[in-house]
């Protein structure tokens, strides 16, 4: 009988358990609520510095462009965070690298690692915060990222002239057919086809295989072989056997899956900012960070070329809460790109001041123990019996750091370590060094920070539910920093924590 009520006893608290983060997570969702208004002359300016008077602009320049604004009802600070995700696995953005986009377009936690066929990199927050702030892109060539993509009825002519000298000439009326038929823009559907393969095509539509897949749909991988394995199995597995059915099937595939699925202009499908589809920031048809623009600029070029630049078009731009005062700044592509040389390990036994200057009086953040940090300047001369590099931490904190141990210290110690080279300890495991604060006992994994990028945010308790739910497998270390309350697991009672943290219900975790 003691047993018995011992078991009743657990499984009522189980399900009072449940029942507490099944609320939760119901008022999480609730939370973020979006809306749509066309009413720009109530747009908040104090808000959303700068958006209503571009919007005004191009409104006096093109009488019948129309205007809607998405109320995303997301931090802005929370919307970079939550695209810079993936390092060394699948980065949520990439960018091609070239003369004109490295430097610091290229993120310094991955550096030179290439993805995809090797020629992408993974992309700095810079740049996420350059291609996603709305006002960089409210202009006459940029605008049509923001293109609502919902309106049939294309034009066969104007198909044709975008068609005209690519691999898609002669396959206009299938276009355009099927496009009216699932309600979507059928220029959209030509922009996207010549951003994914080219005008000429690639393996991927050349039908070698006796397969064919238009709009690269499942087609991911590290390799260019691997890229174009899955591609040509996903359209194996579709029976796609003809261009015309791998278009068709795109189309549907994209309608089905996005369009109709509130991801309706070229922005919100590179970066999905809506609710939808389990949450913002996944469920994004690219990786590469310039495809919502390029894009754009194809469907503006063939407005012009077929007079119709002036015609009716409606857009929706999205605002976030908190943006900063100015539009976020272009990455300085001029220097050379990141290499993995310059990335290194922090190689002490827990922390490692981060000062404002060589030998500073001023700590401006913290190294852990094996974080990997961007040395940006590597010091040539001593300050005070060491060297003084200067990093940056992935969330853009940058000071100086001690290189080694003082001249006065033994037993030796590198502090900073390359990560390409293989070293260890360098030469030594001794945890010597006053810049080593191995006294204070201070842990290497930060409470609350379960993605490790330096920061606590709604990501790190998004992680934890999808732990709870069983959507997602947290690692060692990522265990440990969901543990809020040190009772060595990861229940609800973490994440309710870490939410008010971030929330500022309490001060510290």
């Known amino acids: ?16 358990l449940t029942s507490i983060f099944l609320i939760l997570g119901e008022k999480e969702v609730q939370a973020i609520s979006q809306t749509i208004s066309s009413d720009i002359n109530s747009l908040d300016d104090s808000q959303y510095p700068g958006i209503k008077s571009m919007i005004q602009t191009l409104q006096s320049q093109y009488p019948n462009w129309n205007f809607k604004i998405l109320y995303t ?4 600070n929370d919307v970079i965070a939550g695209e810079y995700q993936g390092h060394g696995g699948s980065p949520k953005n990439l960018v091609q690298y070239s003369n004109n986009y490295k430097g610091a377009w290229i993120c310094p936690i991955c550096g030179n690692r290439p993805y995809d066929n090797g020629s992408w990199r993974c992309a700095s927050e810079e740049a996420i915060a350059y291609m996603m ?10 605008i049509f990222q923001f293109e609502e993509l919902t309106n049939p009825g294309c034009d066969i002519n104007t198909v044709r002239s975008m068609t005209q000298g690519t691999f898609l000439q002669g396959h206009e009326q299938g276009i355009v057919d099927t496009a009216n038929s699932y309600g979507v823009n059928g220029y959209y ?17 050349s039908g070698a295989s006796g397969y064919y897949n238009a709009f690269n749909i499942a087609a991911t991988g590290n390799t260019e072989a691997e890229v174009i394995a899955n591609g040509l199995a996903y359209a194996q597995k579709m029976g796609w056997t003809t261009l015309e059915a791998s278009i068709q099937g795109g189309i549907s595939f994209v309608a089905d899956n996005y369009i109709k699925n509130g991801q309706n202009t070229l922005y919100l499908q590179k970066f999905n900012v809506t609710t939808s589809s389990n949450g913002p920031y996944v469920h994004q048809y690219q990786q590469n960070i310039l495809a919502a623009q390029s894009e754009g600029t194809t469907l503006r070029n063939t407005y012009i070329e077929t007079n119709s630049m002036a015609s009716s078009h409606t857009f929706i731009i999205p605002v976030y809460k908190n943006m900063p005062a100015q539009a976020s700044p272009r990455p300085d592509g001029s220097g050379n790109a990141t290499v993995s040389s310059d990335i290194v390990r922090v190689n002490v036994e827990s922390t490692l ?21 961007t040395r940006l300047e590597k010091a040539t001369e001593k300050v005070a019996g060491t060297y003084w590099d200067k990093v940056r931490k992935s969330n853009g904190t940058i000071g100086y750091a001690a290189r080694e141990t003082y001249d006065d210290e033994s037993p030796y110690k590198l502090y900073l370590v390359p990560v390409d080279t293989g070293a260890g300890t360098g030469g030594n ?31 790190d308790y998004v992680l934890i539910k999808n732990s709870i739910m069983g959507t997602v497998n947290l690692d060692e ?10 009772d060595g697991r990861v229940t609800s009672s973490d994440y309710v924590m870490i939410k008010n943290y971030i929330m500022g219900t309490i001060s510290s975790l």
């Open 477 to 486: 270390r990522q265990q440990k920093a969901a543990d809020a309350n040190h």
């Open 353 to 373: 001041r981060l000062r404002n200057a060589p030998n500073g009086g001023t700590t401006v953040g913290t190294l852990r123990k094996d974080e990997i940090v």
């Open 189 to 205: 559907i030509v922009a996207r086809l010549i951003q994914e393969q080219g005008r000429d095509g690639s393996v991927l539509v």
């Open 429 to 459: 495991t001794g945890s010597g060094g006053n810049e080593n604060s191995g006294g204070t006992e201070e842990p290497s994994i930060t409470n609350g920070d379960v993605n490790n990028d330096g920061r606590i945010t709604s990501s």
């Open 1 to 16: 009988m003691e047993n018995l009520k011992k078991l009743i006893s657990l499984i009522l608290i189980f399900i009072l």
């Open 73 to 76: 009802d997301l931090e802005w």
């Open 133 to 142: 702030d709305p006002r960089n892109s409210l202009n006459s060539s940029d």
